[in-house]
Structures are given as structure tokens and as C-alpha cells.
């Protein structure tokens, strides 16, 4: 059997360009557009947020540098960069370009659908988004500056206006961006589920989606029900601040020696249960479509068929669920019943399971396969060398008498920038060189792609690393100056070497936004399915239409990932060819 024919590569996007711009882009209910929307604001955030990070390892190393445009940065301008740098980064970046972006764009196409399901709900969810984005780009320049509570907002510090600069409209500001965020973002989880439900094209089985449907479809539950919680969490803060309600705030508490006496009793303690039972699974939420990507694109650049499919299914499913069952061992700190801290010590380590089966089949996958070792592929290698890496410090924090030692050191800061931020971000990378031609017709150089790569891999352990050891040292994060205590200026010398690292590393992006941007509208004009892919998305030209698959979907025969199976003549059939027996099975 042979692959179908492909479609030749196309210079504009069909009917778009008789299209004004404003209905292009602004009022735009295709969800091409609104992936790219998505992918751009993102950019956007991870540029913002990435700055500001640089300004704080200045600020760590060099307390007094004077910085041009910035001036010497004070340490509550550090908390106020650290809160906007988390919240960019999780909510705007990790969150947003695999889900909202490559999802919103991908999702409809891997399936066989021309549209989502409600396209307006589409374009409600992105313009949400940004609004969101907006608002808390405002709150950066507050006067008094950003929030100091950091992304987690803890209270009493983020309900009392008086608790320190910042703590007055650029907390409300926070508050806001957030819960505008949460709705963009169940508006968007609400139209993936439906979609994937009800529009698959005929033959598209549940054990015929590509992994990535899969990781996008699990995600989508996931985020319904913790982003809820975190939208009901911000209002009940918003309204302790405003409303005269006792939700979080303590009675007897005093601040700047004056107690405050408008609040009767609430807990703090609340907070954190709504907060992390939010913030786990938003861990997951971050990670479980580079987990799609990854398992997709080994299969495609090892040309074999995913070791284990059904088991991956699995172990996505169980992450899903069990991510909602671990939330307090963020809160072992604060005085948790031993009982209760061994429950979720035990359920903390046995989530390792299903993320080990999937690393176990990952390196099955690409045992013994023909790879090509693509710019795409060697960002799928780098995930799961920092998801293992950062993975293997998950049980040592799952147990509570490391935990409370550890907890508030660079420890922890490392093990979630490694499974977390820059896991999140190589998947990211891999998703953006791969899917690159189908959405710009072009395609990005693999040359400069390699050097990225290598810059990246080598800058996130040479940053990450070393802050275990810090960790391990006591070294306590969200401090901006580190001279103030002898054992921790004793350790000066290898927050420099992080700084200096963290320098090159973000100056080695340059290569990527170059590459990005010039192959937009230089790169070398791109064939229909460049990577010789199965999936539906690749029968179409490049870029994708606007009309998608038109008014007739695809009629799907084959599983995602059929690729150089005995009983084909070829290296790999589309999941729309014609069938002829056993290799039109599903798998």
C-alpha cells in the first residue's frame, strides 16, 4: 500500500486573502487564526516574562547594578517581577501555547474537522485571554507597584491592602487577570470536549486519535474542573479585599503593628486547599499535551508505530485523575496531620507510575527505529531528558520529613523549572518546528534549529542543577538579596555561575525568534506533509486552508501511527488511505 497522494504546498491560505484584515484576526471565528492568536500572545508573555527573570538573577548577583531603563531594582520590585514572572509563565506560556495554541489550531484538523464545534465560543475564549494578558501587563505598573505575594497569592499578605507596596490595586489587578483568565480558559476546554466528542470523522475511533487528541481531550477535563475552583478561589480574595467577607483572613492578625479589626475569622488555610487543588492538576495541565506532542513525534521521526498505545491511553487517563488527588503535598509546611501527610505522600509517589509507563514507552518507541534526527526530534529527546531529570526529585519531595526541610529552598525551584517550565518549553520548541510548515507553509532552518537546541539543553542543567545543590544547602528561595546572612552570601559564587548561565541561555533565543520570524516569510517553501506524517492534519495543503477539509470530511481507515508495519509496502499510510486489509486496522 502507498501513502496518498499529498496536496501540493500553497503560497496564502485559501479565500483568506480576499478576506480584510479586521475579519481576518479580529473578529475571526477559524480556528487556524485564533491558534496563531493564541501562539502570539504567548510569544508575547514568554518575552515579558523571560525579561523579567533576567532582571532578577541581575538583581540576585549585582543587588546595586544600575540597569539602563530600569534604574537599581529594589527588593520589592524583585517580588513584584517574581510574581508577574510566575504568572506569566504558567498561566500565559505553559498553559496557553499547548493547549490553546497548537490545540485550537490542530485538534479540529487531527480529527477530520473543518471547524470546532462552537466557533464563537473559539474566539470568546481567545479575546478573553488576552484582556486577561492586558490587565495584567497594567498591574506590572500599578502604582505601587506589581503584587508581592508571588503567583500563589498566599493571604493574609494578598488580602490586606495594607500588608506592603503593591498589596493595594496591582493585587486587585492580579485578581482580575486571573479570573478572566480562568473563563477564556473553561470557554476553550468546554469547545475542545465538545469537538472531540461530536465531530470526529467517520472511522476517527477513540483508539484511532492521535496521542496528542488524547493529551488535549484529558487536559480539557482537567481544566474545567481546576480552573473553576481557582475562578471561585480569586472572587472569595477579591471579596475579603472589598466586600467585608472572612473567607482567608485570621482574626487577631496585626499588620505594620496595628491589628485589623474588619475581619472575624477566616483561614488562610482555605486558600491553599483551593489554591493547590487547582495547582497540581495545573501541573499536569502544562505537561500533558508536550507528553501528546512528544509521544507523536518519536513515533513519526523513529518510523515505528507507538510502543504500547493503549497503555499511553492509560497512563493519560490516570494522570488526569490522580492529579487531583495529591494537591497537599504543597502544604506539608503548614502543619498537616501525619496521617493525612502520609496519604498524600503514598499518592504523590504512586503518580509516578503512569508517568514512568510513559517514559518507558517513549524509549520503546524509539528502540531499534529508523530515526531521523530532526530539529523537531531533538526537542522531543531533550522532554523526556528533563522530565526524567526533574521527575526524579518528585518522591524526595513526596515525603514529608524531606519536604519540610527542602520546601522552601532552591530545591524546589529546580525540580518544577526542570518537569515543569523547561520540559513545557522543549515540547513547545518541538511543536512549533514541526508544525511550523503546516501553518506558514514554510519551513524553519534545521541548521539554526540544532543550535537552538543545544544552547537550550545545555543552559537548562547548567541553570537547574546546580540550584539542587543550593537546595540542599538551605539556600531559601524568593529572597532578593543574598549578603544578609553568612551561610547564604557563602553562596554567591554559584548564583553567579547560575545568573551567567541563565544570561547565555536566554541570549541563545535570539537564534530561535530569528529563525521563527525570518522563516515566516523567507524559509524554504514547504511540500504538504514534509515529515511524511499520518495523521489527517498532512493531507491538506500548506498552509492550511481556511476552509479546512471543506464540506466533506475524511473517511478514516488506519490508526495514527502506522509506520513500517510488515504487511505494508510502504513506510507509513495516511490515516485517510484507502483500506486493503489488515493494514487498515485500527491500532
Known sequence: MTPNPAPTSVDIRAGASSRSFVRRWIFSTDHKAIGLQYFF???????????????????????????????????????????????????????????????????PLQIGASETALPRLTAAGFWTTFVSFIVLMIALFAPGGASLAGWTQYPPLSAIAASGPGQGLGTDLWLISIGLFCLGTLMSAANFLITTVSCRAPGMTWMRLPLTCWTWFITSILVLLAFGILLVAAVMLLMDRHAGTNFFVPAGLIVSGKPVIDHQGGSPLMWQHLFWFFGHPEVYIAILPGMGVTSHLLSTFSRKPVFGYKAMVGATIAIGAMGFM??????????????????????????????????????????????????????????????????????????????????????????????????????????????????????????????????????????????????????????????????????????RFITLAAIVTIAGQAVFLWNFFRSMFKGQHSVANPWDCTSLEWTLPSPAPVSGFGNESPAVHHGAYEYSLPSQAADFVMQNAPDSGEAGKSI
Open 326 to 495: 495529591v494537591w497537599g503535598h504543597h502544604m506539608f509546611v503548614s502543619g498537616m496531620n501525619p496521617y493525612t501527610g502520609m496519604a498524600f505522600s503514598g499518592l504523590t509517589t504512586a503518580i509516578a507510575v503512569p508517568s514512568a509507563i510513559k517514559v518507558f514507552n517513549w524509549l520503546g518507541t524509539i528502540y531499534g527505529g529508523k530515526i531521523r534526527f530532526t530539529t523537531p526530534l531533538l526537542f522531543s529527546i531533550g522532554f523526556v531528558s528533563l522530565f526524567i531529570t526533574g521527575g526524579l526529585t518528585g518522591p524526595l519531595l513526596a515525603q514529608p520529613a524531606l519536604d519540610i526541610y527542602l520546601h522552601d529552598t532552591y530545591f524546589v525551584v529546580a525540580h518544577f523549572h526542570l518537569i515543569m517550565a523547561m520540559a513545557g518549553l522543549f515540547a513547545i520548541f518541538a511543536a512549533t518546528h514541526f508544525w511550523f510548515p503546516k501553518m506558514f507553509g514554510r519551513m524553519m532552518s534545521e541548521r539554526l534549529g540544532a543550535i537552538h537546541f543545544w544552547i537550550t539543553f545545555l543552559g537548562a542543567y547548567a541553570i537547574f542543577v546546580p540550584m539542587h545543590l543550593l537546595g540542599a544547602a538551605g539556600h531559601p528561595r524568593r529572597y532578593s538579596e543574598l549578603n544578609g546572612v553568612q551561610y547564604v552570601a557563602a553562596m554567591v559564587p554559584l548564583q
Open 41 to 107: 500572545l504567548s510569544l508575547m508573555a514568554v518575552l515579558v516574562g523571560t525579561l523579567l527573570s533576567l532582571l532578577m538573577r541581575i538583581h540576585l548577583v549585582w543587588p546595586h547594578a544600575t540597569i539602563p531603563l530600569i534604574g537599581q531594582v529594589k527588593p520589592e520590585q524583585y517580588l513584584g517581577y517574581l510574581t508577574i514572572h510566575g504568572t506569566l509563565m504558567v498561566f500565559f506560556v505553559l498553559s496557553t501555547v499547548p493547549q490553546s495554541g497548537f490545540g485550537t489550531y490542530f485538534l
